[in-house]
């Protein structure tokens, strides 16, 4: 999808789709873009960025992901499930479990994209680290109260640090209900189970 004014995904399946860029959907000069409770499982950009989604060159309204679920969606080279070029983008509430890359950001890949990072949980990322972002000239980023958890190489990379997840994140065994890395979309339940230190542990002013 490309050169829109305003855009919303919600309560979506996007599932086995395969793409040279983008497995799911590629969205490019999107003014204003609203996705949430969407689920986004095993997608594949095969040759390309964002096994899940590719943004590029958004609008002056803020690009805004809010209760998703990314599952085991794969790139060949960067962003795992989200591929984003010179956004403002914003991930709050999300899953991103068992995403893979090739190269850089196993489960996101920000190029020159402002952007914030709070409530999500980044889990379970096969290979190419859990978020890398870079920058070529200034910044602006906000990341806290998210959790993460056995993501390889590391959580972060890039121009990013461990010292940039911010000081009420999380580092533990999310307790999901029923989750397996097995390529199978459909025997999940993403939610916490009832000892799942993720209970209450968000920020408060969300």
């Known amino acids: ?21 983008a497995g799911a959907a590629r969205l490019e000069d999107i003014d204003s873009l609203t996705a949430k409770n969407n689920t986004l499982c095993n997608n594949d950009a095969s040759s390309s960025y964002g096994g899940a ?9 803020s690009s805004t992901w809010t209760n998703n679920v990314f599952v085991e969606n794969t790139a060949s080279t960067d962003g795992g499930a989200v591929y984003s ?6 991930f709050i509430n999300n899953h991103f479990l068992g995403n893979d890359a090739g190269s850089d950001g196993g489960a996101l890949r920000f190029i020159d994209s402002d952007f914030t990072f709070r409530n999500n949980l980044v889990a379970y990322t096969t290979d190419g680290d ?18 993460w958890y056995n993501n390889t190489s590391s959580n972060t990379a890039g121009s ?6 911010g000081t009420n994140s ?4 999310p ?4 989750y397996t890395r097995d390529g199978n979309c459909g025997n999940d339940e993403y ?14 002013a969300s």
């Open 175 to 178: 307790k999901l209900s029923d």
């Open 1 to 21: 999808l490309d050169d829109i004014s305003a855009l919303t995904l919600s309560g979506n399946v996007f599932t086995g789709n395969t793409g040279a860029r």
């Open 170 to 173: 999380l580092f533990l065994d």
């Open 130 to 147: 859990g978020i890398d972002a870079t920058w070529s000239s200034s910044s602006s980023f906000s990341m806290d109260y998210n959790n």
């Open 85 to 90: 070029d010179s956004n403002d983008v914003s």
């Open 160 to 165: 990013l640090s461990s010292g940039s997840l």
């Open 191 to 204: 939610w916490p189970s009832a000892s799942s230190p993720l209970i209450d542990a968000g920020d408060p």
């Open 53 to 61: 989604i590719y943004l590029e060159q958004g609008g002056s309204t």
